[in-house]
């Protein structure tokens, strides 16, 4: 099974991997055919560990993933080989508190392709449970369904805000998750989304989504930005996706009384949270981690054009090419947002 490997920190390999996978009765076998590179396997790959996750030994990377149904469980009637389908990448257990209330994304011992000691599914084959697996309509493309990943995270943050029809949203950070947090708060009823980066082909492209109105905060002062868009209100929503500490100290100065704040991006370091600005504005602050409940509806959305991903998907690379489509997200150039990777089949 010849599969991508993070062998150790800074060293991939494209080598045989064999990975023993049992079927069981509600289980699908499943031979990926597009997997999109995020940036946490990016960042496996050139720091060796995302907080307490560590890299101990080789680990197959990718998690964004579509791909084709070769082998069903003795119970699963709602798939068969040949489906179309995509998938959700994190396993909870379905005795755990989290899962029973509903809120799966938090259960502690979720297994999440990618994340050490799980492996990944840029592979030839994957075994994965029929109840997180998602079937495509003929329509959508697997590039579209492996996008179902990262837009999961926008819907749910969109969700969790509540966006009202009308809402002004900020979104602060135009990468990948910035770009469906904007597709998802347009579709969730936002008349009008501010985008702010320090890239303008970014920039330019998330122009083209929908009512956005780009900031390159190079040239130009966020805040300004918004009270004049808002006659000196404030945002309704602001959707933090930077993860970078010093533009998330500006949130509460963007976001309007009684408004609400995602915290979506995750920093890799602690940042100053000014409790006494939120605390004058009411602002409602709701944390974001991965997502649940969510991919029936993203994918309803993709098949129905409420939201189009495929501006999104800007750079492709033959499976053969794994490594280096890595080497190409690690020093991801300007204009390129989601990197994919196509696997043979």
């Not at 040949?82 to 755990?96: A, N, Q, Y």
Request: glycine share 8%.
């Amino acid at each position: 099974m010849e599969a991508l490997v993070l062998e150790r920190k800074d060293k991939l390999s494209l080598r045989d991997f064999p990975v023993k996978e049992t079927l069981g009765p509600r289980d699908v076998r499943i031979a990926p055919r597009t997997v999109g590179v995020c940036g946490s396997d990016v960042h496996y790959y050139t720091h060796g560990a995302i907080g307490p996750f560590v890299v101990k030994e080789p680990m197959i990377l990718g998690h964004e993933a579509a791909g084709q149904v070769l082998e069903v469980g003795s119970a699963v009637t709602e798939l068969k080989p040949g489906d179309r389908v995509c998938m959700e990448p994190g396993i909870p257990d379905p005795r755990s508190r989290a899962t029973r209330l509903g809120k799966y994304n938090l259960d502690p011992a979720v297994r999440f392709w990618a994340t050490p000691p799980v492996h990944g599914v840029l592979r030839p084959t994957v075994v994965h449970p029929a109840d997180f697996t998602f079937k495509l309509p003929d329509h959508v493309s697997y590039a579209e369904g492996a996008m179902v990943e990262p837009l999961a995270v926008g819907v749910h943050a969109a969700t969790k805000v509540q966006v009202q029809p009308g809402d002004l949203a900020v979104v602060i950070g135009a990468g990948p998750i910035g770009m469906v947090t904007i597709l998802a708060a347009l579709a969730a009823g936002c008349s009008r989304v501010i985008v702010s980066d320090i890239h303008e082909p970014k920039l330019e492209l998330a122009k083209t989504l929908g009512a956005v109105l780009p900031v390159n905060v190079r040239s130009q002062r966020l805040a300004d930005v918004v009270s004049r868009e808002s006659d000196g209100w404030g945002a309704d929503v602001v959707f933090e996706c930077s993860g970078y500490p010093p533009a998330m100290t500006e949130i509460f100065d963007l976001v309007c009384p009684g408004g609400k704040v995602a915290l979506v991006g995750i920093p890799l370091e602690p940042f100053a949270f000014d409790v006494s600005k939120a605390q004058v504005k009411e602002a409602r602050v709701e944390n974001i981690f991965r997502y649940a409940h969510v991919y029936p509806r993203a994918v309803a959305m993709i098949a129905s054009g409420k939201i189009d991903v495929k501006p999104l998907i800007t750079d492709r690379f033959a499976f053969k090419d794994s490594v280096e489509a890595f080497d190409f997200a690690k020093a991801m150039p300007s204009a390129s947002v989601k990197v994919q990777i196509e696997l043979p089949g």
